[in-house]
T-cell receptor
Framework: NAGVMQNPRHLVRRRGQEARLRCSPM?????VYWYRQLPEEGLKFMVY????????ESGMPKERFSAEFPKEGPSILRIQQVVRGDSAAYFC????????????FGDGTRLSIL | QKEVEQDPGPLSVPEGAIVSLNCTYS??????FMWYRQYSRKGPELLMY????GNKEDGRFTAQVDKSSKYISLFIRDSQPSDSATYLC????????????????FGQGTILTVHP
């Protein structure tokens, strides 16, 4: 029973490049959440998606960041024109449905900006 | 003021000790409470969750919620070196129908070390 899979585990980009982070939810889970963890800080909510829909993107920066969860394939968090401040660990979580079904997390993608 | 406050520690205890980890929250809309454990370079792992005041026990772990004082706790009995990790409390809101919204608000995390 595979858990939430994130790839790549580590990603290095130069300032101005694009970063694409992928998340495959657990089997049977149709709800995906992205969180960012900065050094010495807790996890911060970024965006909540269901298949083909963005439900809540209130935690996502208005510029350069976007997310999608297509009908087929993994969820993608995309960061355009990366800056040093984007360096962080990005975690994806999934759940079968909201409710008494807690979220299960992947092991994250650690993004480093040179 | 952060919506969920958690003492980052670090906390160091001897093997076999009882560990108490605590969080306070300010938003009365938070009605769903979770504790996660995070090992270095890994994702958070769910330990326990509850939505009611009182105690919930699972093996060596007990989660306690006091909604009147907006205080949540995790107790670890007979702590082991393998319990050394960062412990994160998290909260969520309940929406109509008694379901949780899914937008978790986390505390900063408490770093725990259990030494042999």
């Amino acid at each position: 029973n595979a858990g939430v899979m994130q790839n790549p585990r580590h990603l290095v980009r130069r300032r101005g490049q694009e970063a694409r982070l992928r998340c495959s939810p657990m089997k049977g889970h149709s709800h995906v959440y992205w969180y960012r963890q900065l050094p010495e800080e807790g996890l911060k909510f970024m965006v909540y998606l269901q298949k083909e829909n963005i439900i809540d993107e209130s935690g996502m920066p208005k510029e350069r960041f976007s997310a999608e969860f297509p009908k087929e394939g993994p969820s993608i968090l995309r960061i355009q024109q990366v800056v040093r401040g984007d360096s962080a660990a990005y975690f994806c979580a999934s759940s079968p449905q909201p409710g008494y079904q807690p979220q299960h997390f992947g092991d994250g993608t650690r993004l480093s900006i040179l | 003021q952060k919506e969920v406050e958690q003492d980052p520690g670090p906390l160091s205890v001897p093997e076999g000790a009882i560990v108490s980890l605590n969080c306070t929250y300010s938003n009365s809309a938070f009605q769903y409470f979770m504790w996660y454990r995070q090992y270095s370079r890994k994702g958070p792992e769910l330990l326990m969750y509850t939505y009611s005041s009182g105690n919930k026990e699972d093996g060596r772990f007990t989660a306690q919620v006091d909604k009147s004082s907006k205080y949540i706790s995790l107790f670890i009995r007979d702590s082991q070196p393998s319990d050394s990790a960062t412990y994160l409390c998290a909260t969520d809101t309940l929406i109509a129908g008694g379901t949780s919204y899914g937008k978790l608000t986390f505390g900063q995390g408490t770093i725990l070390t259990v030494h042999p």
